[in-house]
């Protein structure tokens, strides 16, 4: 199994770098041309995001200097170890939703304290990798789009957060635990 999984993480993005620009000039795409134009269109989409980007920066700095990042992670720990969630790696699954930098420092930090093959490490890279920052993309890619109603976004990104991170511990026990 593991070997498996070492060969799809060797040749997943290669193989996708080389099947899709090979499947559009298949199908008759320009290739060169739909690409510069995509990059051209990202570029008005990031200066158009960058109020947004401040905003959300602002408010996680807010909640982490408060106090209330480590109070909520106080408060967790414990219940969260009893379902076999290492103590170490709460702060990385409250932060992931809110802030992908700020995860990655923690991430990294894990890392350098209990190392990459430590079942803690494998869990912080693997919840690292399943989960994205919720938060930061509904508040980017809705505010930069003008969307006010998310209606159900949020709740269902969470669950989809909730999914990766159950998916990330219960497959990094099997494998490692």
Known sequence: ????????????????????????????????????????????????????IVGILVALSVFEASGALDWVIARLSGPLALLGVPAPVVPLMLVRPISGGAALGIATGLLQKYGPDSLIGRVAST?????????????????????????????????????????????CHALWG
């Open 1 to 52: 199994m593991l070997n498996l999984v070492d060969a799809i993480s060797v040749w997943a993005v290669p193989m996708l770098l080389g099947v899709i620009p090979l499947y559009g000039l298949i199908k008759g795409v320009p290739v060169y041309e739909v690409f510069v134009e995509g990059a051209e269109e990202g570029f008005k989409m990031a200066v158009m995001m960058i109020p947004f």
């Open 127 to 171: 919840l690292q990798s399943s989960t994205d920052t919720t938060f930061y993309v509904l508040t980017l890619y809705f505010g930069s789009v003008g969307i006010r109603k998310t209606r159900y976004a949020l709740k269902v990104a969470l669950v989809g957060d909730l999914a990766g991170f159950v998916a990330a511990l219960v497959i």
